[in-house]
């Protein structure tokens, strides 16, 4: 069996290095991708909620792009938000 050489074990042990910093460059933005997809779901879902209870007090929330992802980015102060611009306007 032949033995690895001290250049082709530093390469590899860079490779590795730099593979490592690369996983953890994507990790954060995926994670904050996920929890904008998610939180942007369950705004959806508030919606549909208030406009479903609405529907007997005659009030209406527009679901369109930006009510879903104000509620998505924002949370529950977006959700806040969305009600009371619609109540004004």
């Known amino acids: 069996m032949g033995s690895i050489s001290l250049p082709t074990l530093v390469a590899y042990g860079i490779a ?3 593979l490592l910093f690369i996983i953890s460059a994507f990790k954060t933005p995926v994670r904050i991708i996920g ?8 705004g959806l879902i508030a919606l549909v909620i208030v406009n ?4 007997f007090f005659s009030f209406h929330i ?3 792009l ?3 992802f104000t ?3 924002l949370g529950i102060p977006g ?6 611009l619609t109540h004004l306007f």
Do not use: A, E, M
């Not at 929890?35 to 369950?42: A, E, G, Q, R, T």
């Not at 959700?79 to 009371?84: D, K, Q, S």
């Open 66 to 68: 930006y009510t879903v």
């Open 71 to 73: 509620t998505g980015i």
């Open 62 to 64: 527009p679901i369109n």
């Open 35 to 42: 929890k904008i997809v998610l939180n942007s779901l369950l």
């Open 52 to 55: 479903s209870l609405g529907n």
């Open 16 to 18: 590795v290095i730099l």
């Open 79 to 84: 959700f806040v938000l969305v009600i009371i």
